[in-house]
């Protein structure tokens, strides 16, 4: 039954964060908002609230494993099998912007909270914690970032040709937002309780749960849009999606997370910090090796190899 309750968990944050971003997308189109801002805010916003909401459940209830182990899981998911699977149904050209500017972005966010959480290695205490005061330290990034992109998005002009806003009234986009929120909340519940009950039942740490099987269930929203994107061979929008979300999670939830309630640090998470490292360097290291900017369909195939060494390694490590 946990498993059950899982898939249930995830799907209620998978439909909630769709009726969310349905609901505030048709009422902002009803409040003469643009199509730039729907994008760059709402939508982008809702592929990260599975995260955003398991994060807070985690947060809120001690389980700072979970919190962590999402969001590291989630970024390594992101690039080794969402980025490796889009990439093997199609060869994915990425702009130059993403190379330089964006790719590097998410590199920065890993290290940032690399040395913010490492306090035992970088100050010498007994015990490491991502506290309050670091968390406003990982805000303040995400804030620089949204000022980055909007920025660009106003000089270069957005893509709104897939921001679709169906026409609804202002009493169903209201109902479409309370019952997201409703069905992220309900969901974020059921999958933290039952995570930190199938660790118990394995007899496993609950950061093996957070890194793959909570962080795998998290990223769906991800896996879906960068998928059909590569499928669609608009690739554009399937390694920007990956990456921006790398970048989402980390100063936007995992800050957001710790000034909710500071995280406690354990050292055997600094080798997923690495493979979130790794897997970033990879990606621009992929651009200038073979078809440049291009991350060709074996590339894509040794990230998902790479994945599965990785999530091997933590089953050993337990």
Sequence with gaps: MIFVYLVIGFALLVKGADLLVDGASALARKLK???????????????????????IVASLSGQTEIAIGNILGSNIVNIFFILGVSAVIYNLTVTKG????????????????????????VDGLDHSTLTRSDGFILIAFFVIFMYYIFGIAKVQGANTEDVVVKP?????????????????VFGGKLVVDNAVALALNLG???????????????SLPELAT?????YRKNVDIAVGNVVGSNIFNIFWILGLSAIINPLPFLPQANFDILM?????????????????????RWQGAMFILIYVLYVIFLIIRG
Excluded: C, Q, Y
């Design 33 to 55: 908002i643009s199509d730039l801002v729907i994008g760059l805010t709402i939508v982008s916003f809702g592929t990260s609230a599975p995260e955003l909401i398991v994060n």
């Design 98 to 121: 993403t190379v330089w500017k964006e790719i590097p972005f998410s590199l920065l966010a890993v290290l940032a909270f690399g040395l913010l959480a490492n306090d035992s290695l």
């Design 168 to 184: 609804r009234t202002i009493p169903v986009s209201v109902f479409f937002i309370l019952a997201g929120l409703a069905a992220l």
């Design 204 to 218: 496993v740490s609950s950061s093996l749960i957070g890194l793959t099987i909570v962080a795998i269930g998290t």
């Design 226 to 230: 960068s998928a059909v994107a590569a």
């Design 276 to 296: 979130a490292m790794l897997a970033s360097l990879l990606l621009f290291a992929f651009m200038f090796i073979g078809r440049r900017r291009i991350l060709e």
